[in-house]
């Protein structure tokens, strides 16, 4: 029987953007079990509350439901070890640390230079709700948020020099193939893809190839609603 995963969309029900949840959607390729996904939104809590919580991924396994995207990837690792995410404890670890990185540096890099572009591609029940929340969040609109985006652009660019570094010695994160750790950071370019215009990189840079290889190997992001960097 196949799993099911609640995953965000935008006003297309197959514009799925989440950073969060296309860490799953590539967890599950990478081990190649079949998903159903249910298209969500931010203000479908309801729809999501038998999960005891709010926030998508959620993923149903006959009668277990799982919500986070770390503790799905590890439940993914335990139940269905063939063509392990992280190849071992060793590799979990590491990958912790590549998920606190693009959670508190890579993702929140993104933020003033593709949130106006989300904004604009989510469906209209969920406008006012995300406008509400961030500018709170923000302390300004999504509009002033966004406006020096041509000049932010060059410090996230630089943020990227780990990352850059890293991938012009070899072809994935997890080395000559890709693990979950490629996934993690994946989603977040995979969030900017699905929503924004914007480029974020030049065409030669390594992180921008390295995007094109995950594109090329997985048919479920290469063929997702998005832009070309």
């Not at 593709?114 to 509400?132: G, Q, T």
Request: aromatic content about 12%.
């Amino acid at each position: 029987m196949a799993l099911t995963l609640y995953d965000l969309a935008g006003a297309e029900p197959n514009r799925r953007f989440s950073p969060y949840c296309w860490r799953i959607r590539l967890a599950l390729a990478h081990k190649q079990l079949p998903v159903e996904t249910i298209p969500w939104r931010f203000t479908d809590k309801d729809v999501i509350a038998f999960s005891g919580q709010g926030r998508v991924p959620v993923l149903v396994d006959a009668d277990k439901a799982l919500a986070g995207s770390w503790t799905i990837a590890n439940y993914l690792e335990q139940k269905y070890p063939d063509r392990s995410l992280f190849g071992g404890p060793v590799g979990a670890a590491l990958t912790r640390f590549v998920e606190s990185w693009t959670d508190t540096i890579l993702q929140p890099g993104l933020v003033p230079l593709i949130l106006v572009d989300v904004f604009a591609r989510l469906h209209e029940k969920d406008r006012a709700y995300f406008r509400a929340s961030r500018e709170q969040r923000l302390g300004m609109t999504l509009e002033a948020a966004c406006a020096d985006r041509d000049k932010r652009v060059i410090g996230f660019r630089q943020s990227l020099e780990p990352l850059r570094t890293t991938l012009r010695g070899q072809s994935f994160l997890g080395g000559e193939t890709p693990n979950y750790a490629d996934y993690i950071v994946f989603g977040a370019f995979m969030w900017a893809r699905s929503t924004s215009p914007f480029e974020l990189m030049e065409k030669d840079d390594p992180v921008a190839l390295w995007r094109g290889r995950l594109l090329d190997r997985f048919e479920v992001a290469g063929r997702a609603p998005g832009y070309d960097d």
